[in-house]
T-cell receptor
Framework: DGGITQSPKYLFRKEGQNVTLSCEQNLNHDAMYWYRQDPGQGLRLIYYSQIVNDFQKGDIAEGYSVSREKKESFPLTVTSAQKNPTAFYLC??????????????FGPGTRLTVL | RKEVEQDPGPFNVPEGATVAFNCTYSNSASQSFFWYRQDCRKEPKLLMSVYSSGNEDGRFTAQLNRASQYISLLIRDSKLSDSATYLCVVNFEGGTSYGKLTFGQGTILTVHP
């Protein structure tokens, strides 16, 4: 089955620790995205990547970092500099890099809680 | 003003009812419009794209009014399974936005027996 996988589903972190969220897709999509969702709010874009070895900051990139070494993978690191990291993190991909009007497919998400 | 604004609801309707959601957007240069559905604690999934002439998919009808900068979603003959959060999504083009998708905060719908 083609799709997007994210792991882990739930993640607990102590303050001051960095954590990395995994996102893998086998849809052969060029573009990948990371969003954050807080209760009662819409999705906010953290980072996006349109091709391998290239990525751009979204609206709320501070305290986060990404890499795109392979087309299939786009991991997100939540660093200790992120002041309020508890949220639902969603990874997405789309088929045509740079063509934002095409459908984005989402992974099941990771719920991060900072203790 | 938010770039994409929705009435958060919640909308509580009985089975079989017709319900309509509206969404307004602030950027007149917006190019593409979508409705996504998000079930509780799940990822969003595309429900339908919204075309200039309006479009229908079974019980769902989407309309776009560019002059007034709003889109709407109409659900007829509501089912219990329609209970979810409906996200209005807009694609801006040009400037520094690079055509990114912007999501509304969502409208919660609960259909009861």
């Amino acid at each position: 089955d083609g799709g997007i996988t994210q792991s882990p589903k739930y993640l607990f972190r102590k303050e001051g620790q960095n954590v990395t969220l995994s996102c893998e897709q086998n849809l052969n999509h060029d573009a990948m995205y990371w969003y954050r969702q807080d209760p009662g709010q819409g999705l906010r874009l953290i980072y996006y990547s349109q091709i391998v070895n290239d990525f751009q900051k979204g609206d709320i990139a501070e305290g986060y970092s990404v890499s795109r070494e392979k087309k299939e993978s786009f991991p997100l690191t939540v660093t200790s500099a992120q002041k309020n990291p508890t949220a639902f993190y969603l990874c997405a991909s789309s088929g045509l890099a740079g063509i934002w009007s095409y459908e984005q497919f989402f992974g099941p998400g990771t719920r991060l809680t900072v203790l | 003003r938010k770039e994409v604004e929705q009435d958060p609801g919640p909308f509580n309707v009985p089975e079989g009812a017709t319900v309509a959601f509206n969404c307004t957007y602030s950027n007149s240069a917006s190019q593409s419009f979508f409705w996504y559905r998000q079930d509780c604690r799940k990822e969003p999934k595309l429900l339908m794209s919204v075309y200039s002439s309006g479009n229908e998919d079974g019980r769902f009808t989407a309309q776009l009014n560019r002059a007034s900068q709003y889109i709407s979603l109409l659900i007829r003959d509501s089912k219990l399974s329609d209970s979810a959060t409906y996200l209005c999504v807009v694609n801006f083009e040009g400037g520094t936005s690079y055509g990114k998708l912007t999501f509304g905060q969502g409208t919660i719908l609960t259909v009861h027996p």
